[in-house]
């Protein structure tokens, strides 16, 4: 690595703030000390302690935290595109989680943050030919996080995962810039065909709760899926679903739903 690009890495305002909010909780609550050392202060870099955190919370007996940590470490450090979308991802849950009070709380403490870098590091693999790790990364992410994306996915940055309880992504899923989900979400698939059979899910839509949308279909840019709606049919942009199955019900309502995590409706003001 060049002196310049360390240099660069090191003037980094996420890091340096999740770095301060570190020491300070250090001082609250000293039992901690010895977690949020090895987490976060013993590393220079966010990108090096993305991959502490995440080899740690996947490791087992079969696959030690140090292996995995050096299978993450060499991903990491060939594409830079893996850390800068874990900064936008910590950026959406600061930004959009009224539960989230400091940019150290995801790398610490969300599950559905660390299932989403995990994520990254197996779709690299994946695209790298080395499936047979993607598909280990993907088994234990599902294990400890409860959070299933298959390597294949194509998932751009900015995602938000509340709660990240039951979530399922299938192979051929692809799934825009800055969409907000919550838990028990499901992209799926409707039967055995091969190919294409999964959602494409385009910037700036927000899942609700509980939603299924299945099959080879398009959901459009800064539309809203009603919680607990079964989608089966093409949404198109700025539009709000909802139901079983899923028929539009109004405007989205807002530029940006996945945003400002809005989950009113303009058909009479009810909630999803």
Request: hydrophobic residues 40%.
């Amino acid at each position: 690595m060049s002196k310049l690009k360390e240099k660069l890495q090191n003037i980094d305002p996420v890091w340096g703030r999740i770095q301060k909010e570190a020491s300070e909780l250090i001082l609250t609550e000293p039992l901690m000390g010895g977690m949020v050392h090895s987490s976060i202060l013993h590393h220079s870099t966010f990108r090096k302690a993305i991959s502490y955190r995440i080899s740690l919370k996947l490791s087992s007996e079969e696959m030690p935290a140090q292996i995995l940590r050096e299978i993450i470490d060499e991903v990491v450090s060939i594409d830079d595109t893996i850390a800068l979308s874990a900064r936008a991802d910590m950026v959406a849950v600061f930004d959009r989680d009224p539960a989230c009070h400091q940019m150290l709380q995801p790398i610490l403490f969300y599950k559905g943050y660390q299932a989403l870098q995990a994520y990254r590091v197996s779709h690299w693999l994946w695209k790298n030919n080395r499936k047979e790790i993607a598909y280990f990364i993907q088994m234990r992410s599902s294990e400890m996080f409860g959070v299933d994306i298959h390597p294949g996915a194509v998932l751009g940055c900015g995602i938000m995962i509340d709660h990240a309880h039951s979530i399922v992504i299938g192979e051929t899923s692809r799934v825009g810039n800055n969409v907000s989900m919550l838990h028990s979400v499901t992209l799926g698939g409707t039967g055995k065909a091969g190919g294409d059979r999964h959602p494409t899910i385009e910037n700036g839509v927000l899942i609700g709760a509980g939603a299924k949308i299945l099959g080879n279909i398009t959901v459009g840019r800064c539309s809203k899926i009603a919680a607990g709606s079964v989608v089966l049919k093409d949404v198109p942009p700025c539009k709000t679903v909802a139901g079983v199955p899923g028929v539009i019900v109004g405007e989205a309502g807002c530029e940006q739903p996945s945003q400002t995590m809005d989950q009113f409706f303009d058909g009479g003001g009810e909630i999803f």
